[in-house]
């Protein structure tokens, strides 16, 4: 039997980040993990992240994760790949299947980080090829360069369903609807916007009646749903698809814990069965922690910093770290923590209905229904004003915790202030130089350069674009609306790359001035 001072189980964000605290600490740490390759969801996450400087906002997924690796190869740490945890057991015993061999481990502290699951819905040809979860379409598209089908109709309109729905468009897919059985949009409205202005249409209070084939999945027919939550009669919609992706929530992949004795609970708040922890995740079992998902569903930022969190902890109880140390350090961890838990999107505030932002503002029902807001709405928010010469457009209305945009912009042109959930404040009149490093920032690609001066009679919109391949200087399409429809001509004048934009790529179309405020998309004429 191998002792060690920490054993953590799940190599993902949250347990890399554990081990990597323990490990700097002095102890002996080894991590354990069923995949064949470490982080998690990491590496399938290639949009930019949300929050501040401190949880690694603007960065992408994947590029988190090679940070996270080195880290944990620098510090030590050693790795186990394709090794299964089979049980925890009295005093901290743990038995691990590796090459079908079982290997028994004992550990002073255990930090369990076994992430979460994808949640299925039962409808009728569910089981057919070709319904697959949305984490699914990810691993195929972003881990392995495989399109996950042509036609697809997503299933679910959180984070997950809405992300997913987008990356999907960025690999060729087809995305023919978003289809939730809830009467308003669950994940960002940021995320919901950049689909909506691609023309994705969103079917909120509908659900999916039937998945059509007899080998695999030939069309998908959706219904609404009463208040009841029962199908309507004759309000069947018939898509022609070849995939169904389903993003209906995740569930805590707890049952190590409980076999370990953990007291359990369900909580539908914290994604379904957990444990019951402290605020440093430990469990009603002492040296036995809980960290990242499978303590409660967040994002992944929030759990790197429970994973640091509760390695500092364990190295504590182990005598690794004084307490004076514990405390300064759990604080700072602790309020990382708290700045991503506010807002609309807080935890607190999960099956809330939220009608204003903090600052008072009316929240759009049309954003939550349909994915977009109206041209009445977006000029009451303060990221929105109209000036002379070049200027940024931010069109983010929700209190969702970001700040990159204020960090960016050289010129003081953005405010948002100590809260990283305020509604960002452009300047007015404001240096704008043009850059577009706060539009290359945005994780939620929604901020637009507009100068209603660029020529008589026409106006300039700059916007975040990361579809290949990209329009030519010269080329002449149409600019969309906010819903996605073509609302007039437009000429691509400029196109902009920069390795400072992480791949986000700078598109400054030409449109008549009127449309200024308006256009906010581009598609090329390919007739």
């Known amino acids: 039997m191998e002792r060690y001072n920490l054993i953590v189980v799940g190599a993902g964000p949250a347990?890399?980040?554990?081990?990597?605290?323990?490990?700097?600490?002095?102890?002996?740490?080894?991590?354990?993990?069923?995949?064949?390759?470490?982080?998690?969801?990491?590496?399938?996450?290639?949009?930019?992240?949300?929050?501040?400087?401190?949880?690694?906002?603007?960065?992408?997924?994947?590029?988190?994760g090679t940070m996270l690796l080195k880290e944990a190869s620098d510090a030590g740490v050693v790795v186990k790949l394709d090794a299964v945890v089979s049980g925890i057991y009295e005093n901290k015993e743990v038995t691990v299947i590796h090459d079908k061999t079982v290997y028994h481990y004992k550990g002073d502290c255990v930090i369990v980080a076994t992430g979460a699951s994808e949640n299925m819905v039962p409808f009728k040809g569910w089981t057919l090829p070709g319904v697959i979860g949305a984490g699914a379409a990810q691993t195929l598209m972003n881990l392995h360069g495989i399109?996950?089908?042509?036609?697809?109709?997503?299933?679910?309109?959180?984070?997950?369903?809405?992300?997913?729905s987008f990356q999907l468009l960025?690999?060729?897919?087809?995305?023919?609807?978003?289809?939730?059985?809830?009467?308003?949009?669950?994940?960002?409205?940021?995320?919901?916007?950049k689909l909506s202005r691609t023309g994705v249409p969103f079917y909120l209070g509908y659900t999916i009646k039937e998945v059509k084939g007899t080998e695999k999945?030939?069309?998908?027919?959706?219904?609404?749903?009463?208040?009841?939550?029962?199908?309507?009669?004759?309000?069947?919609i018939e898509f022609s698809a070849d995939t169904v992706c389903v993003a209906v929530g995740l569930s805590p992949m707890s049952q190590l814990l409980k076999m370990a004795g953990c007291k359990m609970e369900d909580n539908p708040r914290r994604g379904g069965q957990v444990p019951l922890i402290d605020e440093f995740g430990e469990t009603s079992v002492k040296g036995i922690f809980a960290a990242g998902d499978v303590g409660g569903i967040e994002?992944?930022?929030?759990?790197?910093?429970?994973?640091?969190?509760?390695?500092?902890?364990?190295?504590?109880?182990?005598?690794?770290?004084?307490?004076?140390?514990?405390?300064d350090s759990s604080g700072a961890y602790k309020k990382e923590l708290d700045s991503l838990r506010q807002g609309m999107f807080a935890p607190s505030n999960r099956g809330k209905i939220i009608s204003k932002t903090d600052e008072?503002?009316?929240?759009?029902?049309?954003?939550?229904?349909?994915?977009?807001l109206t041209d009445e709405e977006i000029s009451s928010f303060p990221g929105v004003t109209r000036q002379k010469g070049i200027h940024p457009v931010i069109e983010c209305t929700q209190n969702i915790p970001c700040n990159p945009c204020q960090e960016a912009c050289k010129k003081n042109c953005i405010k948002i202030g100590a809260c990283i959930t305020s509604l960002p404040q452009v300047e007015n009149p404001c240096s704008c130089t043009g850059c577009g490093m706060c539009v290359a920032s945005c994780s939620g690609q929604a901020i637009f350069l507009v100068d209603e001066d660029?020529?008589?009679?026409f106006a300039s919109i700059t916007l975040p674009y990361e579809f290949l391949p990209l329009p030519q200087k010269g080329e002449k399409g149409f600019g969309l609306s906010r819903s996605g429809e073509k609302i007039c001509s437009a000429e691509v004048v400029e196109v902009r790359t920069s390795p400072a934009f992480d791949h986000t790529s700078l598109l400054t179309i030409k449109v008549p001035k009127e449309f200024s405020m308006r256009a906010r998309f581009y598609k090329a004429n390919l007739e």
Do not use: W
């Open 454 to 457: 660029f020529e008589p009679d």
């Open 170 to 193: 960025q690999a060729g897919c087809d995305v023919v609807a978003l289809v939730d059985a809830a009467p308003r949009i669950g994940g960002y409205g940021v995320h919901a916007s």
């Open 360 to 372: 008072g503002i009316d929240i759009s029902t049309v954003l939550l229904t349909k994915g977009y």
């Open 217 to 236: 999945v030939e069309g998908v027919v959706i219904a609404k749903l009463d208040e009841h939550f029962k199908l309507i009669p004759g309000s069947e």
């Open 147 to 164: 399109k996950p089908g042509n036609k697809i109709l997503m299933l679910g309109s959180g984070n997950v369903g809405l992300v997913v």
């Open 299 to 327: 994002e992944a930022s929030a759990a790197m910093i429970k994973g640091r969190t509760a390695g500092l902890r364990a190295a504590y109880r182990l005598g690794f770290v004084q307490e004076e140390k514990m405390g």
């Open 15 to 64: 347990g890399l980040s554990a081990a990597i605290e323990a490990k700097k600490q002095g102890m002996s740490v080894i991590v354990f993990d069923e995949n064949h390759r470490p982080g998690g969801q990491l590496f399938k996450q290639i949009h930019k992240f949300f929050g501040s400087k401190e949880h690694k906002a603007k960065i992408r997924g994947f590029n988190i």
